[in-house]
């Protein structure tokens, strides 16, 4: 199982920008999907899941600016009206294990399977 993130970058505060996430090596459409952000010295932080029926989930400090997506071999994460504070690096995960009829978890240690990551730096 591979995950590969793409489409960070440098936006000034208020930009948009769109990362992807693709997972080659088996179908993510019935597992939990994720994306987490870790800004420097801190830890690793939830940003927004999506299940196999496409309930989606998000952080506090992220709803109605981001919204995730996924398909059969890819998660898309659209991020709005960007803030300084979301200036970090980010990476998608994925479960290894179906998941049907709950919310998809926001803790990391839910998760199998990590991208490299991209970093997303927001000017102010």
């Known amino acids: 199982v591979h995950l590969g993130e793409s489409g960070g970058g440098l936006v000034p505060a208020g930009g948009s920008l769109t990362l992807s996430c693709a997972a080659s090596?088996?179908?993510?459409?019935?597992?939990?999907m994720a994306w987490f952000r870790q800004a420097p010295g801190k830890g690793r932080e939830g940003v927004a899941a999506?299940?196999?029926?496409?309930t989606t989930t998000y952080a506090d400090s992220v709803k109605g600016r981001f919204t995730i997506s996924k398909d059969n071999a890819k998660s898309t994460l659209y991020m709005n009206s960007l803030k300084p504070e979301d200036t970090g690096m980010y990476f998608c995960?994925?479960?290894?294990?179906?998941?049907?009829?709950?919310?998809?978890?926001?803790?990391?240690?839910?998760?199998?399977?990590w991208g490299q990551g991209t970093q997303v730096t927001v000017s102010s």
């Open positions: 995960a994925a479960m290894y294990r179906e998941w049907y009829g709950r919310a998809c978890p926001m803790a990391a240690d839910r998760y199998n399977a």
């Open positions: 090596g088996y179908s993510v459409s019935r597992v939990c």
């Open positions: 999506i299940g196999s029926d496409g």
